[in-house]
Nanobody, 115 residues
Framework: QTQLVESGGGLVQAGGSLRLSCAAS????????MGWHRQPPGKQRELVAL???????NYADSVKGRFTISRDNAKNTVYLHMNSLKPEDTGVYYC?????????WGQGTQVIVSS
C-alpha cells in the first residue's frame, strides 16, 4: 500500500524558517511530480510548489524567493524549505505525489506562523 508521511510542521515566529519532509513508501515503481499544497484556515487548498522527476520546479507567486522545493529520488522524499515565514503562510500543508497508478496525498502537517 502506497502512503506519504509528512513531518516538520510546527509553530514558528514570523521571519523564521521550517523544513517539511514527505517520504513515500509502499509499492513504488516511479514517481513523477511531487509537490506541496496548503490549506489556510477557512480557505481552499492551493498549490505551493511542485517539482517534476527531472527537477523542474514551479512555485506559487506568494512563496517565490522564500520557499524552495527539492527531492531525493533515492529516498522517494520531497522537501519544502520555508524561509522568511509570514502569518499568511499559516495552514495545513499536504504532500502530493503523482504515480503512474494515480495521485496520492499525505495526511497533512500543521504550520502556524505567529506575528
Amino acid at each position: 500500500q502506497t502512503q506519504l508521511v509528512e513531518s516538520g510542521g510546527g509553530l514558528v515566529q514570523a521571519g523564521g524558517s521550517l523544513r517539511l519532509s514527505c517520504a513515500a513508501s509502499g509499492n513504488i515503481f516511479r514517481i513523477n511530480a511531487m509537490g506541496w499544497h496548503r490549506q489556510p484556515p477557512g480557505k481552499q487548498r492551493e498549490l505551493v510548489a511542485l517539482i517534476t522527476s527531472d527537477g523542474t520546479t514551479n512555485y506559487a507567486d506568494s512563496v517565490k524567493g522564500r520557499f524552495t522545493i527539492s527531492r531525493d529520488n533515492a529516498k522517494n522524499t520531497v522537501y519544502l524549505h520555508m524561509n522568511s515565514l509570514k502569518p499568511e503562510d499559516t495552514g495545513v500543508y499536504y504532500c502530493r505525489a503523482d504515480f503512474i497508478s494515480g495521485q496520492y496525498w499525505g495526511q497533512g502537517t500543521q504550520v502556524i506562523v505567529s506575528s
